[in-house]
């Protein structure tokens, strides 16, 4: 099975808020709320009221999620130019042990709350997740932590007004439909090609028949090289190479670039439901893809001390959720594709490991050093080819 297997993708971050109440409303002012767990400062605990005078950045964030990690290292850099003038607090549900080690790795000096009750009054499903107050205590935005710079911090500190794009996770926008670009129905399969649906959230799952065997995929709010990502089994974009002009920013995440995209077949096309949902894409779209093959810059993950032992395990299982990583009965190649999800550029088994183990990582994002150590308990190792090395890529370019 490839990466792309995963019903979770780059991954993704994404956390539950059952009460939709909130006490941070953009354009008023937020109401008192007392953060009790600060684990990295002389004041245990600290509340919003303490803070008037200057502005506060609540950053809501949590070690497992990949996104949230250069987040955090942005507003630490912020911080460190900015000193006593903001006060930036960073809140995870996490439990007070894994945040420790956090601070103990990162050096970070940024507050750290460890907080399990705060999204009874914040609003937010998907982080990371910012709100922005003044030093009047008023809410002015509600955002994501990458519209956050150096003069947004200035402005704030001058009293000067802000205008960021709203990160608003629940808003339903009923002027915004979704639209069926193109569907196929027989005995044979089903397709379905849409445009952005406002209520799913990105990423895909596997389709399942009786019998338990693979018969499809269901992508949502996907870009094309993403559909087509899926579709091939790519491990990861660091395998994408564009041709005819074309780039990354001409894919951008945005609702009028993402698709919606179904493909189930009968038991007859079982075998062929990626081919056939290939060629379906390359008549829709006037981006398509290829497979081939091309020299790049890689890791590779080697077999140094060959102690690692077989699975005796009955069936396989694979769950990731960010850092940690816990499987039975999965290939040495399997492991390289889920290491790509953090490196940014390809892996590769160099192994000579044939068989199938039981591989469990648990490591710190925030300290990459924590990997190899992790992987060195199994006698593996990762590290950079002296060369470029053949690999398997997927080629985006126009339609002739």
Known sequence: MKKNFLLLILIICI???????????????????????????KQ????????????VILEFWATWCGPCIPAMKKLDSL????????????ISHENQQRLEQFIKNSQTSLRVVSDTTHK???????????????KNGVVRAITSPKNINEEVIKNLIFDNKIDLEIKDDFYINPNLEVETINTIANNDYTIALKSYDQEKR?????????EGNINGVDMWNSTIPRLYQTLFGIAS??????????SE????????????????????????WREIGIEFLNENFDVNAKMGVDSLECYVLKNVDRTIKPSKSESPEFMFMGT?????KIKMSKLAEYLENFTPIPVLDKTDLNGEYDIDLEWKAEDPKTMHSELKKFGLELIRAEEKLPVEIMEIYKKQ
Not at 22 to 37: D, H, M, R
Not at 44 to 55: A, E, T, V, Y
Not at 237 to 246: N, W
């Open 44 to 55: 245990s605990q600290i509340s919003l009221n303490d803070l008037k005078g200057k502005p």
């Open 237 to 246: 974009p660091s395998r994408m190479i564009f041709k005819d002009s074309l």
């Open 249 to 272: 920013k001409d894919f951008p995440y945005k609702k009028e670039h993402q698709y919606n995209f179904m493909i189930q077949v009968s038991d007859k096309y079982q075998q062929k």
């Open 120 to 134: 009874k009054n914040f609003k937010y499903k998907v982080i990371p997740h910012s709100i922005i107050i003044d």
């Open 202 to 210: 990105g990423g895909f799952g596997l389709l399942i028949d009786s």
């Open 79 to 90: 911080k460190n130019q900015f000193g006593d003038k903001i006060e930036i607090i960073t």
């Open 324 to 328: 940690i990583l816990k499987t039975k």
């Open 15 to 41: 956390t539950s808020c059952k009460n939709e109440n909130t006490i941070a409303e953009l354009g008023k002012t937020v109401p008192n709320y007392k953060f009790s767990n600060i684990l990295n400062s």
